[in-house]
C-alpha cells in the first residue's frame, strides 16, 4: 500500500500564481522520503494541502487509501506534522501541551500518559515536564514539536525542516531517533535545506522546483549520476607549487591543500599513484560538498536554463 499518493496537483492563488503544477507523486509506505527543493518551490504549499491548511485548486491526495477529499478524518488519523515554524503557546507546560494534543484525536488522558512519558524519555525532555514552553531553549522545543506529533503513533510522519536552527549534537540524536522510528514501520517525508540530513537519512528523493517534480529517484541513483567530484586534499607537508597532475583537473589551494576534480571514470587509487608520483603524501581527504548538494545545484541550474 502507497503511503501518500498525490495525482494532478495544483495550486493557484487569486492572483494567478501557481504554486504546484499538475504535480504527481507516490511514497510507499514505510519510505523514509525527502521532498527537496529551493524557497518557493512548493514544499511548504504541497504539505499545507496534505495537512489542510491549504486548499487545492485540483488534484486528488490520498493518505492510505483516505482520500483528503472525501474522508479527511481518516486520512488526518494517519498523519503527524511537524511545521517549521515553532507554534506553542508558551506559558503553556510541556506535558499538558502533550495530553491536550492527545485529546484532539480522542485518545483518553490514560493512554496519552504513557506515550507523553515515553516520547518524553526518548526525546530528553521528561525533567522538563513541568516547565512551561518560554522556559526552553530552541532545541527543545524542536524535540517538543516531534513528540507532539508522534502522540497520535501517527503512520505517516511529515516533517518541515525539523533540524533548522538546532546545534550539530542535537541534529544527529534526531538523526538516529528518526532513522529508529523509520525502522519500527513509520513512514516519514522530510523537507530539508540540510542535503547532507538527507543524503544521510533518506531512501529515495524528489525534487521540486517552480511547481513541477524536476526528478524523483532512489538517493543512490541519483548521487551516481554526478559527473564527477570535487575533493580538497590535506598535505602531511606544505608544497610551493605544482604544476602538473596528469589528467586530473586540480587547483592548489594553498601550500597544504589541493582541490581536485575526479571524474566517473578516474578512481581514487589512480589519484593517490599520480600524487606519490610526485611525492605528495596526504593526511586527510573529504568531498568539497555533500555530494547530494552538488547534484542538487546543477539540477536546479539545468531547470533554470531549460524549463520543461
Not at 37 to 50: C, E, F, Q, R, V
Request: aromatic share 8%; charged share 20%.
Amino acid at each position: 500500500m502507497a503511503a501518500l499518493t498525490v495525482t494532478g496537483l495544483t495550486k493557484i492563488y487569486p492572483r494567478g500564481s501557481a504554486a504546484l503544477k499538475g504535480i504527481n507523486l507516490t511514497v510507499a509506505e514505510g519510505d523514509f522520503f525527502a521532498l527537496l527543493g529551493p524557497n518557493g518551490a512548493g514544499k511548504s504549499t504541497a504539505i499545507g494541502i496534505l495537512c489542510s491548511l491549504i486548499n487545492k485548486t485540483s488534484g486528488t491526495v490520498s493518505v492510505f487509501d483516505f482520500n483528503i477529499d472525501t474522508n479527511f478524518e481518516g486520512a488526518k488519523s494517519c498523519i503527524g506534522i511537524v511545521p517549521q515554524e515553532i507554534n506553542f503557546n508558551p506559558f503553556e507546560k510541556v506535558s499538558d501541551i502533550i495530553i491536550n494534543q492527545a485529546g484532539y484525536y480522542g485518545i483518553s488522558r490514560k493512554i496519552a500518559t504513557p506515550r507523553v512519558e515515553f516520547y518524553l524519555k526518548k526525546l530528553g525532555l521528561w525533567e522538563k515536564r513541568h516547565h512551561r514552553v518560554m522556559q526552553l531553549s530552541g532545541g527543545m522545543k524542536r524535540r517538543l514539536m516531534i513528540v507532539r506529533a508522534l502522540v497520535n503513533q501517527p503512520k505517516l510522519l511529515i516533517l518541515d525542516e525539523p533540524t533548522a536552527g538546532v546545534d550539530i549534537e542535537l541534529r544527529h540524536d534526531l538523526w538516529q531517533f528518526l532513522t529508529e522510528l523509520n525502522q519500527q514501520g513509520t513512514t516519514i517525508i522530510l523537507t530539508t535545506h540540510y542535503l547532507e540530513e538527507a543524503e544521510h537519512l533518506c531512501k529515495n528523493i524528489a525534487i521540486i522546483d517552480h511547481g513541477k517534480i524536476i526528478e524523483n529517484a532512489p538517493t543512490k541513483t541519483l548521487i551516481n549520476r554526478l559527473p564527477m567530484q570535487t575533493f580538497v586534499l590535506e598535505l602531511a607537508h606544505p608544497i610551493s607549487s605544482l604544476d602538473n597532475l596528469g589528467d586530473f583537473s586540480f587547483c592548489l589551494l594553498d601550500p597544504t591543500a589541493i582541490e581536485v576534480e575526479l571524474f566517473k571514470d578516474q578512481s581514487l587509487n589512480q589519484l593517490f599513484s599520480t600524487l606519490n608520483s610526485h611525492q605528495i603524501q596526504v593526511s586527510n581527504i573529504h568531498n568539497k560538498t555533500n555530494r547530494l548538494e552538488e547534484l542538487f545545484i546543477r539540477l536546479i541550474a539545468e531547470n533554470k536554463a531549460h524549463p520543461a
